[in-house]
């Protein structure tokens, strides 16, 4: 054997070595538990045996029995399935495992929900051919997970929306702000849709064109000013005429 083979043999060995080890293998076993009825009643429990990642056996509580998906995985299903302790304890776990922690997270998640307070106001007027825009907030929620839709005429809007995340307060209570660019048309519907799990259906808010908040609540404020400016006057004026009145001029 020449140096050089030799050298080439140890080099292929020390690959084979070194891949080997930083492949490894993975071995893991997991169970699930399905569902999406809140009553639970479609809860389906999957319990996994997994080589890298391949699938060798699973028991599927809608199937009822071990089912093996290689040759140790059959070998392991016959086995298990015909020992009639380990089948009844895999069946009971629907029950024991399942509904159990998924009951104990409904009443700490699910039960907790509340339903956002939603809120339609205008962020710009149509001026100048720029575009209104609307903003639609919803505010304290729980969970997250809100769907916030634009609807002109009772058509869901796609394009000039943009949405914020949605954002936690830090009080568990989350808000969530969507904005809609649009140039106005007389006649024209539109409304804010917000859909929740704290909803029975999705709650639908209507813009009201005539008159935005934002611009009643300074005519408001305006008018309060000029209000409270007038008393003032008139308060300022009744004291300095009774002041002068009462004055006696004392000639120098
Ligand atoms: C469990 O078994 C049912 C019935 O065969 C099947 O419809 C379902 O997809 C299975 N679930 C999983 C996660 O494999």
């Not at 380990?86 to 339903?115: G, M, P, Y």
């Not at 305006?222 to 008139?234: D, E, N, P, T, Y």
Request: aromatic share 10%.
């Amino acid at each position: 054997m020449s140096p050089p083979k030799v050298l080439s043999f140890h080099l292929i060995l020390m690959l084979s070595a070194f891949t080997g080890a930083a492949d490894g293998y993975y071995h893991s076993s997991w169970a699930e538990c399905i569902y999406s009825s809140p009553d639970l009643s479609d809860m389906v429990y999957i319990d996994n045996y997994i080589f890298n990642k391949d699938i060798v056996v699973q028991f599927n509580s809608t199937v009822g029995e071990y089912v093996g998906y290689t040759e140790l995985g059959v070998k392991s299903a016959r086995a298990w399935n015909s020992d009639g302790n380990i089948l009844q304890q895999e069946r009971a776990e629907v029950e024991r495992f399942c509904k159990h922690n998924a009951q104990i997270r409904q009443s700490a998640i699910t039960d907790k929900t509340v339903a956002p307070k939603v809120k339609l106001s205008s962020v710009k007027l149509a001026s100048g051919g720029h575009p209104a825009v609307l903003m639609c907030s919803a505010y304290r929620f729980y969970p997250h997970g809100i769907k916030v839709t634009w609807l002109k005429d009772n058509t869901p809007v796609k394009s000039d929306v943009t949405s914020t995340e949605e954002l936690p307060n830090g009080d568990w209570y989350y808000q969530i702000h969507s904005h809609l660019e649009y140039t106005p048309k007389s006649g024209e519907k539109i409304s804010c849709m917000v859909d929740h799990a704290g909803l029975k259906k999705p709650l639908i808010v209507d813009w009201d064109p005539s008159l935005p908040e934002s611009e009643r609540n300074k005519i408001a404020i305006g008018a309060s000013g000029l209000v409270l400016g007038v008393i003032i006057a008139a308060a300022g004026l009744i004291y300095y005429k009774k002041k002068s009145a009462g004055r006696i001029l004392v000639p120098t």
